[in-house]
């Protein structure tokens, strides 16, 4: 599928559904959207991708032909900023699918549902979860299948890449492994998975459940990507759904080198790393113990020779392997499945 | 509101919302509904109310009139039993409005919605939350007021029935109180609030902090109704959205004399009280730190000189005041405030 992924004003930082579009997923993107980086290429903002040719341009008329426009930025709260709707538009009159994983949902946008049956596109809304949800039965911890869990200090800080690699490095070490998605982007990547974010918080462990069951049918390792973070103010409910519904065996600490406040919501401070593996570890316990398989530190703001200095560190407050899984792949994790 | 209730096989133990509205509503109550126990009257199965001798029958056909059909179960996971069908529908057929809180929405039901429209009365899904919820900004933790949340070691341990208590015992002492309820029961007795286990797991700790933040504007101390437990395999996301939304201040912890195993769910153990108690203000202490104000022991199936060692165990156990506040009212807790 040829897309181009919007992100205008957000690219690359602010914009993780389109970067992990462009690193993880098999589309064929054609273009990025963001008006203030038009005439730069993908490769000079997002290092480690076979993108970086990719042009950005400022608007869909600018873009080659595409069939899918993916909106690739997941703002605080989910909604649909309006700066975007001329390239929405201009999109599905140009006879492309829109693609999104916000919390506004394009097919109850009327302007959009009606422009959509006019031009015989589909306005696919990842995010709007299944209707036949329910709650946990409380069975995940039963499954066989080994299963491992990103969790996170903060949102971004890195769970979806680690689950990613992670699931990467476990199938070439002969591992059968699945990865389950949580989020839009994984969703995206994956093409499959529940927004868990957009569950009702009575079945938010029952979502998670499900997904968990269904990929240890056949599968002897289950990535699941976490969501958000135990000690975040606002989406904690989310965290502590996954966290209950996986039951997982094996955590994995996500953090952003040199992070200290919650994105956002910079009157919270994070607590030490190790602190809230702690926190983690507690609350598994009541419904499945959990060990801390190891931490995933996001360098990638720092040059590589305090990149190295401080995954140690972070290793050793953690008292387990630690791993940046973009810089160093997550090989020392894997090896102790 | 001449009101009937529906418990059918469940009155009084598995029919919460039904003994909620006898023992705190300020509904007319002229039946309750279940034919297991037609023919007896709610003062042989409910104690402590001034509604002994509202009589309990087997159908619709058998009440005195009223004006509202109150559904006054709410089963594990929120659905409608069939088995209700026909009392729903002889209800509105005599133009009753229907009052439910269940996930299960009779606005949804086709059958229910067109007979209603037909009989000109109302259906109140009060479980349908508002459309416009947000996420959490972070802010109930610097409200002036002092923000009080009951917690529970699991559901149905008497979440509701202490936070009414203890708004009732403080206003009795002069301090100007406010019920925060989240619950379906709750908001059937207070006339608002927001079922907050219906809400979009990223809005949780948002919708609940809408509640806070509305009741603080005008009372000092807000007593919050927590819902599930975060010990829970299936519902501690709404548990620790509400815990984190409300950034309490104070925690009471809800426990049932001798219970061990989570409801439902007994293969999952409750952990030691005093543990879920740590857990709680461990996780509270990341977003504000909450203190214990003491537990609340609910001991109606203990015999009367069992319950009070057991009510002190409770309080050695935690380290706090303990009551059981249905046997001795809760004045040692609003004393403390």
Known sequence: MRTAILAHGKFPDRAKTAVGVLRYGDQDVVAVLDRERAGTTVGDHVSGTDRGDVPVVGSVADAAAFDELLIGIAPIGGGFDDSWRPDVRAAIERGADVTAGLHYLLNDDEEFAALAAEHAVELRDVRRPPDDLTVAEGV???LDSEIVLTVGTDCSTGKMTTTLELVEAARANGLDAAFVPTGQTGIMIAGGGIAIDRTVSDFTAGA???LVREAAEDHEYVFVEGQGSIVHPA???VTCGILHGAAPDRLVLCHEAGRERIHGYESFAIPEPAAVAETYQRL???????????G??????????????AIEAYGSALGAPAVDPVRGGVEPLISRL
């Open 235 to 237: 989406y904690s409910a």
């Open 284 to 294: 598994a316990e009541s419904v499945a113990p959990a060990e801390l398989l190891g």
């Open 140 to 142: 995940a911890r039963d």
């Open 296 to 309: 995933a530190l996001n360098t990638s703001h720092l040059p590589a020779d305090e990149a190295e200095g």
């Open 208 to 210: 998670t459940e499900r």
